[in-house]
């Protein structure tokens, strides 16, 4: 069996150096921690979990909780799993998903065990059961997402509501008043108050209020089947809509083809702007969509970081991250038509 003598003699350094990184213990150079994972790598070591967390008094071990019952993970949320996973790695941790609903009761069950030195909640509600249990808990955790009043909470979330004003102003300033807005349905009810899903209604309604605009807000499922559908429903109840802001990437192949269907153009006719979107599902579309781009990444890069600062030291200071979409125009959008173009065959205004 390989042990850590043969990976310091591989990499050239002392037994103490291996220990530290296995451990977790102390920070090394980048230059000292590529050795020892790459004589690791070559001699084929695994780490022994059980035995880091009697030396450490923690087991290295993160859960990811994931309210995948009741929720199907999308693009930009699989970004941040694939980000979130690959930072625990580097800093020495093991992030396992816990894909559990957001039922707190069950989520005690899984951490009396102890076998996880803190927890990330994924899929955040406005009030979520599962923060007030950890708190009671004791546990270190970190929200990805934000409740209603997180002032006293750690946390790194998108800036949904920036997002939406962001896309909001690129529309108006290409002279459009008729806007939507299309939000993707959850699979069931057991997520009241999701926080992206209640932010982007929100700071949407409240823009065109504020503008003294009616915004039509819709929502479908998250497919594409359903995004074809929906789009040619719009339509057909508001003709007069030429701007479209979707947040429901799942169904954004669909609402293109819909528009389509229904005898409007993108972007001539229609102008489609997607938010909190991954770049890569932007450029399913033809035209590829116009996108405020999710900080899917940043995101799991931070949230791991945030947590792992709780369970190594004592400061009282909490990371709170919010984290703006990044701008991509790709060609979905134009100007405003002229009123007398927006009568397409078929349509009736």
């Not at 803190?118 to 923060?131: A, C, I, N, S, Y």
């Not at 979330?157 to 939000?183: C, K, Q, S, T």
């Not at 899917?296 to 970081?305: H, N, P």
Request: hydrophobic share 40%; proline share 5%; aromatic share 4%.
């Amino acid at each position: 069996m390989v042990t850590m003598r043969d990976v310091a003699q591989r990499a050239n350094v002392s037994v103490t150096t291996v220990s530290f990184m296995v451990n977790g213990t102390k920070t090394l150079a980048p230059a000292t921690r590529e050795r020892i994972e790459r004589a690791m790598e070559e001699l084929g070591y695994r780490r022994n979990v059980f035995a880091r967390a009697l030396a450490s008094k923690r087991t290295h071990i993160l859960a990811l909780v994931v309210p995948a019952v009741d929720h199907r993970l999308g693009s930009t949320a699989m970004s941040v799993v694939t980000s979130a996973a690959a930072t625990a790695s580097t800093l020495g941790y093991n992030l396992v998903m816990w894909p559990v609903s957001n039922d707190s009761t069950q989520l005690e069950d899984y951490i009396a065990g102890g076998l996880v030195d803190g927890v990330l909640l994924m899929e955040v509600q406005l009030e979520d059961p599962r923060v007030k249990r950890l708190e009671d808990l004791g546990l270190p955790f970190f929200l990805i997402g934000r409740t209603a009043d997180p002032a006293q909470l750690a946390y790194a979330d998108m800036d949904f509501e920036g997002a939406v004003n962001g896309a909001v102003d690129h529309l108006l300033e290409g002279g459009h008043r008729n806007i939507a807005l299309m939000l993707g349905r959850l699979e069931n009810n057991n997520l009241p108050g999701y926080g992206p899903i209640s932010r982007t209604d929100r700071a949407f309604r409240d823009r065109m209020a504020a503008e003294g605009l009616h915004g039509t807000v819709l929502d479908c499922e998250q497919t594409a089947t359903a995004g074809r559908s929906a789009a040619s429903e719009l339509i057909v109840a508001h003709p007069e809509t030429t701007g479209l802001v979707l947040m429901n990437e799942e169904a954004s192949f669909g609402v293109v083809n819909g528009l389509l269907d229904a005898g409007r153009r993108v972007p001539q006719d229609v102008s489609v702007l997607s938010v909190a979107t991954a770049a890569k599902t932007a450029g399913i579309t033809d035209p590829p969509l116009s996108t405020m781009v999710a900080p899917g990444a940043e995101l799991g890069r931070l949230s791991v970081e945030g947590l792992i600062q709780q369970i190594t030291t004592e400061a009282r200071e909490r990371t709170q991250a919010l984290i703006p979409c990044v701008w991509s125009d790709v060609g979905s959008t134009g100007p405003a038509p002229a009123p007398e173009n927006n009568h397409r065959e078929g349509i009736t205004l």
